[in-house]
């Protein structure tokens, strides 16, 4: 890709582009991406205002990045972040049928905030700029985009899992959501499971055909669909982990646990994390192995995430009752089986955990890939890791297979896997921790924003740049 060109990133949450602050995932990596090359990162300001269409752009920058964000109205913050975004498009993503919402005046929000997104966007553009949209928020951004004429490099990747068609098929509109996502040349997904899923629901849905090298055709247009797993900043990470915030944090815990062993698990608080059926896990293992009990402590670090959806209010619940009654029926005078805490901590805070703890549970129901598992690896020390309990169900599965595999739905299995974890000799322990260093090390952020953005530069478009979806 020509460096003249300018990357244009565009996603919901934007920044921050400093190491301190407390983001996830998606942040996370695009913060390191963006640091390295430069350009222009828009997106949403976090704010609300009354009339958000009016509202002028605010505009910082920081080192080679500008940072372009726009305000949402109420409307629009309840239509499309609340209601379709993480009420219907969520829980549909990540295979919860049980809890999505099709809300069809979401819908039009959803698809008007796209349009407007893009409209703001355009102002911004050069004709030679190379855009990547990020995740679930935009998926009818693109074809938005040349609607109003945009004729450069379109790329699109989903940070989240792609359900499969019999599923997806269960959105109204899913036919046009699919349509729409056509009008990016290059679309990116985290495993070979969620491209497959997008490919079959193309072929079946929308007469579509695979073609040689990852290429998919649906009537007279043709884009490729390519898997991309998301890295850390390996280097970076391992170096917070060494830091002196990292080492407070760290006897911080150790002086927490006392003789306990520290397991931990560190996730938004969210139902796709099987954060309860990992605490049913822990309690299992209290019931079965009776020598646990006052030998272990789990923390779970579960920061507060889109605390006005029912379906998060009642999961904070049920996570709060599920804690007070492990720690009703196991705790004694000196001893608490559960800490949990809803704050968020720093980047730095979290390595000197992940350092500090003998046992890391990664154990969604369904995760994109999920950066807990590989920010642990890299947080290591050699001379004494930890060891990853990690779902069947993360993307992250299909890079890191020497960690403590588990089905999450399956309390005792993950009993028994808290208590092979506990009891692993180190040689077991360093020779599973090098497999996966060596991965995390070898697939960083940076890797995967230049793999990202060579494969938009080769897929040449087939089918014009005409937005195909009216
Ligand atoms: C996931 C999504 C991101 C999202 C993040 C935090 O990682 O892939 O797009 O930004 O969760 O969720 P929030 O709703 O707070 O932005």
């Known amino acids: 890709m020509s460096e003249k060109q300018r990357l244009v990133v565009v996603s919901n949450r934007v920044g921050p582009l400093s190491d301190e602050g407390k983001a996830g995932g998606l942040a996370v990596g695009l913060a390191d991406a963006l640091r390295r090359r430069g350009g222009l990162w828009f997106g949403w300001s976090g704010e609300t205002t009354k009339d958000g269409t009016a509202g002028e752009a605010s505009r910082e920058t920081v080192g080679e990045v500008e940072l372009v964000t726009i305000d949402m109205t109420e409307e629009e913050l309840a239509g499309f972040y609340l209601g379709y975004a993480n009420r219907a498009l969520w829980p549909l993503l990540h295979y919860r049928l049980d809890l999505v919402h099709f809300d069809r005046e979401a819908d039009r929000v959803y698809r008007a905030v796209n349009a407007r997104v893009a409209e703001r966007l355009k102002q911004f553009l050069r004709d030679d700029d190379i855009v990547w949209v990020h995740d679930y928020h935009f998926f009818y951004l693109g074809n938005e985009l040349r609607k109003q ?34 009008a990016y040349d290059l679309v990116g997904f985290q495993t070979a499971t969620d491209r497959r899923n997008f490919a079959n629901y193309a ?56 003789r306990s062993l520290p397991i931990v698990g560190v996730d938004r608080l969210d139902y796709s994390k099987g954060i309860i059926e990992r605490l049913l896990g822990f309690e299992r293992l209290l019931e079965q192995y009776p020598d646990r009990v006052g030998g272990v402590q789990f923390l779970q670090v579960a920061p507060l995430s889109r605390s006005e959806v029912e379906e998060y209010v009642d999961l904070r619940g049920e996570f709060e009752g599920l804690v007070g009654r492990i720690n009703g029926r196991f705790a004694t005078l000196d001893w608490t089986p559960v800490h949990i805490m809803t704050t968020g901590l720093t980047r730095r805070a979290l390595a000197g955990i992940y350092r500090a703890a003998r046992v890391c549970m990664v154990t969604p129901l369904r995760d994109g890939m999920n950066l807990v598992a590989k920010e642990f690896v890299a947080a290591q020390d050699e001379a004494d890791p930890g060891v990853l309990v990690l779902s069947r169900f993360a993307g992250a599965r299909a890079e890191l297979g020497e960690a403590l595999i588990v089905n999450p739905y ?19 322990r360093q020779r599973r921790w090098r497999a996966m260093r060596d991965k995390v090390f070898a697939n960083t952020a940076a890797d995967w924003c230049r793999a990202f953005l060579d494969a938009l530069e080769a897929a040449e478009p087939d089918g014009g740049v005409e937005a195909l979806l009216p």
């Open 149 to 182: 004429g945009f004729t450069g490099r379109l790329g699109f990747f989903l940070h989240i899992p792609f359900s499969p068609p019999e599923m997806f098929a269960a959105l109204p509109g899913a036919n046009d959501m699919v349509r729409a996502m056509l």
């Open 203 to 258: 072929k079946h849905e929308l007469d579509g055909q695979k073609q040689p090298d990852d290429r998919i055709r649906v009537g007279n247009r043709t884009i490729t669909a390519k898997v991309f797993p998301i890295g850390i900043d390996a280097e970076g990470f391992a170096e917070f982990a060494r830091s002196g915030e990292a080492e407070e944090h760290a006897a911080m815990l150790r002086s927490n646990v006392g």
């Open 410 to 428: 399956a309390t005792d299995h993950v009993a028994n896997a808290i208590e092979r974890a506990l009891r692993m000799s180190l040689e077991e």
